[in-house]
DNA sequence: CTGAAAGCGCTTACAG
DNA sequence: CTGAAAGCGCTTACAG
C-alpha cells in the first residue's frame, strides 16, 4: 500500500495525498477529509525511506555509544535515555552506533551512508580521531565532551576541571592538607579521556595553591578496584585525610574499604567529588559533590544539533555547564 | 556525489558499479579495479535511503526499549548493548524507540514506517499491547520475555518461575522454615510485568510444596526501597531467615539493611535470587543466585530475528533459558 | 561481461 | 484549490 493507493481511494491525485499529510499546501477541508478518512481506514503511514529520498533528509539522528565491552557509567546512561527521550520529543528517531574496538564500519556507514541527519557522539578524548573524522565531512554533529582544541565546533560539556578545583578547596577550607584524587581507569587515562585528564590538572593546580600534598590514582571503573585502591591508598598514604573522585563505579567499593579499616565518614575522612546526583544520594552518608547534570547535557546536544541541522551556516555554540557543588555529609573538618 | 557520478569517472554504466559494489553479477577484474578505485578516490557510499527504497530492506533493526523515567537494570543495558553489537556484527544497525509514556508516535513511526527490518521488543507483561500491536502487523518480532500465552510467537525468555523454584528448594535443603520474596516494585507488578508475577507464582508453588511459610513483598527499584523494604520485614515478620530477590537495584540498600540490623549473611541471614552475574559477585558477600544470561538472550534474540526477516515462512521459534545457579556464599543452613 | 530502462514510494516545482 | 510529471539514488529483471 502506498500513496497511489489512498490518491486512487480518496479520487484525487498522489499530491494532494502528499500535501494533505504535510500540510506544505493548503487543500479543501472537505478533500482533505476525504483523504483522512481513507487513511485511516487503511492505515496507511508514508515509506520512511521515499520520503528520505526525495526529502534529502532521514529524520534520524546518530548517536555514537562506547561498546558494550566498556561498561557504561549511569552518567553516560543517563545521555543515551535522555538523548532518545529528546529526540522522541522531536520525532526524530535515534540510529545507535557503537564506536571504538572493531566497529569502524559501523561508525562509516553511520557517517557515510546519509542514514542520518547529525550525529552526536559521547565520550570524547582530548585528540579524538571520530571528532576529526566528522570534521572532514558535511555531517551536522555535536559532542557530548570536547576536545583539547574545539576550535569552531559544537559542544556540551561539564568543567571538570573547575569542579574539581572547587571540590579541593572546599577540602583546603575544612583543614585537609594532603588529599587524593581518585580518577577513572588508567587505560582511560591513557587514551586521552577528556574528564579524567581535566580533573587530574583542576585537583593539581588547586593543591598547589592552597600548598596541599596531592596524591592522585588511577582505579579501574568497578567496585572491586574501588576497595583495592583505598587500601593501597592508605598504605602508601597513610597521612591522606580526603579524596577527591570521578570515579561513579568504583564507589561501592570504596564505601566497603572505607568500613573494613574502621573509618567513618566525615569524621575520620572526607570525600567529595564529580558524580551523578542519584549515585551521590545512594552513599552512605550521602557524598558532597558536583552532581553532573547529565539529563541536562543530553537535552541541550540534542537542541543544538537540531539547530545546527536546521541552519547549517549558524554559528557555532558552546555549552560549558558549572553545576554547583551539593553540600551533603561526606566533607568534614579534618582533626587529624 | 552519486552512483551515476561513480559510473561516469569509470567509464561504466551505474547498473555494473552496483553489481561491482553487490557482488551479485560477475564483474571483470579489470572493471571492477577501475571502479574502486574511483569510489576509494571519492569515498563514494551508496545512499542507504535509496538503497533501501530499492530493495525493499532498511538493513535496520529496531529496538525498543523502556522510557528514561524507568531506570534501566544492569540486565537490561546488559540486553541494549548486546543487541547493539551483534547487530553490528552482522552489519545492521539498530534503532531506537522508547515505549510506554507518551512514546506511542515513536513507536509507531518504527513500526508502521517501514523504517526497520524487524523488531526486538524488551520488558514484556503477561498481556503486553505492544505485542498484540505487532502481532497484527507483518512486522518481524522476537521478543526478550514472553507473554502469558505466546502461540506461535518468537522469543527467548529465563525460565523465572523454575528459577525462583529452585532457589526456595535449595533454601528448604538448608533447614529454612519461613522465606520471603523480594519482587519488583507495585507498579510492575500491577501492570502484569512478567518475570515479577512468575516469581511469585514459583515462589509460592515451591513453598507450599516444601511446607514453607511464605511471604512476598514489593520493592521499588531503588536501594533505599531495599533498605526500608528489609526493615518492614524484620518488623513484620521476625521469623523470616532467608529472602529471594529478583530485584537487582534493591540490593545495595538490602545490604545496608543486613548491616544495620547487625545480620551477618549466610550466618544470620540467607540471600539468593535471581540476579546478573556482575551484581552479584558485587554483594558481599557474593550472592548465590541464577545468573540472567543478559548477553546470551540478546544474541539470540537477534538470531532468531535475522532468522525471521531472512524467511518470514520460517517456523517460530523460541528459546526458554534455564542457567544453573552459582553457588557463591549467601546462602547457609538455618541456625535459628 | 555489460547497458538501457523500469521501478521502489515519496516530494515538490510547474501549470492551470 | 488541484494535477501531471520530474526527480531523489539506488536495484534488478530484461536484452544483448
Not at 487503511?42 to 562506547?66: D, F, K, Q, W
Not at 566528522?134 to 560539556?157: C, K, Q
Not at 552513599?283 to 547549517?312: G, K, N
Amino acid at each position: 500500500m502506498n500513496i497511489g493507493e489512498i490518491a486512487k481511494r480518496a479520487g484525487v491525485s498522489r499530491s494532494t495525498v502528499s500535501y494533505a499529510l504535510s500540510g506544505k499546501r493548503p487543500v479543501a477541508a472537505a478533500t482533505a477529509r476525504r483523504i483522512n478518512e481513507v487513511i485511516a481506514e487503511l492505515g496507511y503511514r508514508p515509506n520512511a525511506s521515499a520520503r528520505a529520498l526525495a526529502e534529502g533528509r532521514t529524520r534520524t539522528l546518530g548517536l555514537v555509544i562506547p561498546p558494550a565491552s566498556r561498561r557504561l557509567t549511569d552518567v553516560q546512561l543517563g545521555f543515551v535515555a535522555t538523548v532518545v527521550e529528546e529526540a522522541a520529543a522531536n520525532d526524530l528517531d535515534v540510529l545507535l552506533s557503537p564506536s571504538g574496538a572493531d566497529h569502524d564500519r559501523s561508525f562509516e556507514r553511520i557517517v557515510t551512508g546519509r542514514r542520518v541527519d547529525g550525529v552526536i557522539l559521547m565520550e570524547i578524548l582530548l585528540d579524538d580521531p571520530r571528532v576529526a573524522r566528522l570534521e572532514r565531512g558535511a555531517l551536522p554533529f555535536v559532542s557530548i565532551g570536547h576536545v583539547e582544541h574545539p576550535g569552531r565546533s559544537w559542544w556540551v560539556d561539564v568543567d571538570y576541571a573547575g569542579l574539581v578545583r572547587r571540590c579541593v578547596h572546599h577540602l583546603a577550607d575544612l583543614g585537609h592538607r594532603q588529599v587524593v584524587l581518585i580518577n577513572r581507569s588508567t587505560e582511560l587515562v591513557a587514551a586521552g579521556y577528556g574528564p579524567a585528564l581535566r580533573a587530574t590538572a583542576g585537583f593539581q593546580e588547586a593543591a598547589a595553591q592552597r600548598g596541599m600534598t596531592a596524591r592522585t590514582v588511577c582505579c579501574a571503573d568497578e567496585p572491586a578496584a574501588g576497595l583495592s585502591c583505598f587500601e593501597e591508598i592508605r598504605t602508601r598514604w597513610p597521612g591522606v585525610t580526603a579524596a577527591v573522585t570521578i570515579n561513579e563505579a568504583a564507589l561501592p567499593g570504596l564505601q566497603r574499604a572505607l568500613h573494613n579499616a574502621g573509618l567513618v565518614v566525615p569524621r575520620d575522612f572526607s570525600i567529595t567529588g564529580v558524580i551523578a546526583d542519584r549515585l551521590a544520594e545512594e552513599f552512605h552518608p550521602p557524598l558532597t559533590a558536583a552532581d553532573v547534570p547529565a539529563a541536562q547535557m543530553a537535552r541541550i546536544a540534542v537542541e543544538l544539533l537540531i539547530e545546527r541541522i536546521t541552519d547549517p551556516s549558524a554559528t557555532p555554540r558552546h555549552a560549558l555547564l558549572q553545576p554547583v557543588i551539593s553540600l551533603r555529609s561526606s566533607t568534614g573538618a579534618n582533626l587529624s
